[in-house]
C-alpha cells in the first residue's frame, strides 16, 4: 500500500552517488520524501517537520560511505533519530511494583482498550513475574463494564475484587486497597470509568480515585489508530491526573505507528507496552526499534 522509503530515497539519490557529502540541497530533497513517509504514517503535521528539522541537521555535510547509497544513509539517520525520540528511559515496560500491594491506575476512554488492557497487563505480570495480582473495576456506571472485568478475571486465572452495587468509586478503590492488603497481593489494578470524551466528571472520579489510591502508576490506554486525536487525550489525561506511561492499543491494525511518535515528541510520556490483539496474551512491551521500522516502511 505504502512505497517504501528507502526505495523512494534511492531514485531521489541515484544522480548523487559520486558526490563525497551530502549537500544541503541533497539533503532537503531526501526530507521532503521523509516527511511524506511520516505524514502517511499517521505522525502529526508539527512533529514530522520539527523531527524532519532534527534530521536536516544531522545529515548536511555528513560525508557520504562508500559501502552503502546516500539514500540508504539518509535513512539510517531518520532510522536512529526516530529511535531516540521514541525511547524512553529505562527498561522497556518496566512498572514500579515493588512495596506491595502496588496500586496501578488505568485511564483512558471508553472503547479504548482499557479493561482488555488491564487483565492482559494483570495476566502477564501473574504468568512471567509470579505476582499476586486483584484487578476491580470502578465502571459504576457500566454495569456491563463491571462484569467485563470479572469474566476476564476468571478467564485468565486472576482475582477480581467482587463487585457490591451501589458503591461509588472511591469507595470501591478504598475496598480494593484494604483487600489487597488483607489478602496478600502483590499488585492491585484499578479500572477507571471511560467515557466517550473527556469530560469534567471523568476527570474528578479518576483524580478523586487516583488521590485514595496513591498509584505506583497512571497508565494511559490509548487507541494507537486514532493518531493525533490520541496525543490530544494524552496530554489532556496527563495534565489534569497526571500519567506515568501510555499502552498504545490496535498496534496490530493497519496504522503504521505514527501516533507512537507524535506521542513522544509531544507528551514526553514513556510508551510502556503495545496492544496487538484481542487474545490475552496480545501485549508487549514497546520496542522502539519495531516502530521505527514500521513509519519507516
Ligand atoms: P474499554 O472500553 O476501554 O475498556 O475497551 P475494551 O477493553 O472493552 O476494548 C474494546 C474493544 O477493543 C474490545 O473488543 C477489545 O477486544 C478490543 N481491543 C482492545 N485492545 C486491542 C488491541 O490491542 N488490538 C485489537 N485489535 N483490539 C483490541
Same mark, same amino acid.
Given at each position: *500500500?505504502?512505497?517504501?522509503?528507502? =526505495?523512494?530515497?534511492?531514485?531521489?539519490?541515484?544522480?548523487?552517488?559520486?558526490?563525497?557529502?551530502?549537500?544541503? =540541497?541533497?539533503?532537503?530533497?531526501?526530507?521532503? !520524501?521523509?516527511?511524506?513517509?511520516?505524514?502517511?504514517?499517521?505522525?502529526?503535521?508539527?512533529?514530522?517537520?520539527?523531527?524532519?528539522?532534527?534530521?536536516?541537521?544531522?545529515? $548536511?555535510?555528513?560525508?557520504?560511505?562508500?559501502?552503502? #547509497?546516500?539514500?540508504?544513509?539518509?535513512?539510517?539517520?531518520?532510522?536512529?533519530?526516530?529511535?531516540?525520540?521514541?525511547?524512553?528511559?529505562? =527498561?522497556?515496560?518496566?512498572?514500579?511494583?515493588?512495596?506491595?500491594?502496588?496500586?496501578?491506575?488505568?485511564?483512558?476512554?471508553?472503547?479504548?482498550?482499557? $479493561? #482488555?488492557?488491564?487483565?492482559?497487563?494483570?495476566?502477564?505480570?501473574?504468568?512471567?513475574?509470579?505476582?499476586?495480582?486483584?484487578?476491580?473495576?470502578?465502571?459504576?456506571?457500566?454495569?456491563?463494564?463491571?462484569?467485563?472485568?470479572?469474566?476476564?478475571?476468571?478467564?485468565?486465572?486472576?482475582? $477480581?475484587?467482587?463487585?457490591?452495587?451501589?458503591?461509588?468509586?472511591?469507595?470501591?478503590?478504598?475496598?480494593?486497597?484494604?483487600?489487597?492488603?488483607?489478602?496478600?497481593?502483590?499488585?492491585?489494578?484499578?479500572?477507571?470509568?471511560?467515557?466517550?470524551?473527556?469530560?469534567?466528571?471523568?476527570?474528578?472520579?479518576?483524580?478523586?480515585?487516583?488521590?485514595?489510591?496513591?498509584?505506583?502508576? $497512571?497508565?494511559?490506554?490509548?487507541?494507537?489508530?486514532?493518531?493525533?486525536?490520541?496525543?490530544?487525550?494524552?496530554? !489532556?489525561?496527563?495534565?489534569?491526573?497526571?500519567?506515568?506511561?501510555?499502552?498504545? #492499543?490496535? *498496534?496490530?491494525?493497519?496504522?503504521?505507528?505514527?501516533?507512537?511518535?507524535? *506521542?513522544?515528541?509531544? #507528551?514526553?510520556?514513556?510508551?510502556?507496552?503495545?496492544?496487538?490483539?484481542?487474545?490475552?496474551?496480545?501485549? !508487549?512491551?514497546?520496542?522502539? =526499534?519495531?516502530?521505527?521500522?514500521?513509519?519507516?516502511?
Amino acid at each position: *500500500m505504502f512505497e517504501n522509503l528507502s =526505495e523512494r530515497l534511492s531514485g531521489v539519490f541515484d544522480r548523487l552517488t559520486k558526490q563525497g557529502a551530502l549537500s544541503e =540541497e541533497d539533503v532537503a530533497t531526501a526530507l521532503r !520524501e521523509v516527511r511524506v513517509a511520516l505524514l502517511e504514517a499517521d505522525v502529526s503535521l508539527p512533529v514530522a517537520r520539527d523531527f524532519v528539522k532534527v534530521v536536516q541537521e544531522k545529515a $548536511t555535510g555528513q560525508a557520504v560511505t562508500k559501502s552503502i #547509497t546516500p539514500g540508504q544513509q539518509v535513512v539510517k539517520i531518520v532510522h536512529d533519530a526516530l529511535i531516540d525520540v521514541l525511547k524512553g528511559e529505562g =527498561e522497556p515496560g518496566a512498572l514500579k511494583i515493588d512495596n506491595p500491594p502496588a496500586p496501578i491506575l488505568m485511564v483512558g476512554l471508553q472503547g479504548s482498550g482499557k $479493561t #482488555t488492557t488491564t487483565a492482559k497487563l494483570a495476566k502477564r505480570l501473574k504468568d512471567r513475574d509470579g505476582k499476586r495480582v486483584l484487578m476491580a473495576s470502578l465502571d459504576v456506571n457500566r454495569p456491563a463494564a463491571m462484569e467485563q472485568l470479572a469474566i476476564l478475571g476468571a478467564q485468565i486465572g486472576v482475582d $477480581t475484587l467482587p463487585i457490591v452495587k451501589g458503591e461509588d468509586p472511591v469507595a470501591i478503590a478504598k475496598r480494593a486497597k484494604t483487600q489487597a492488603g488483607l489478602g496478600g497481593y502483590d499488585v492491585y489494578m484499578l479500572d477507571t470509568a471511560g467515557r466517550l470524551h473527556i469530560d469534567a466528571e471523568l476527570i474528578a472520579q479518576a483524580a478523586a480515585v487516583r488521590d485514595v489510591a496513591n498509584p505506583r502508576e $497512571t497508565l494511559l490506554v490509548v487507541d494507537g489508530l486514532t493518531g493525533q486525536d490520541a496525543v490530544n487525550v494524552a496530554t !489532556e489525561f496527563d495534565d489534569k491526573i497526571g500519567v506515568s506511561g501510555v499502552v498504545l #492499543t490496535r *498496534m496490530d491494525g493497519d496504522g503504521r505507528g505514527g501516533a507512537a511518535l507524535s *506521542m513522544r515528541a509531544v #507528551t514526553g510520556k514513556p510508551i510502556k507496552y503495545v496492544g496487538l490483539g484481542e487474545k490475552m496474551d496480545a501485549i !508487549e512491551t514497546f520496542e522502539p =526499534e519495531r516502530i521505527a521500522g514500521r513509519i519507516l516502511g
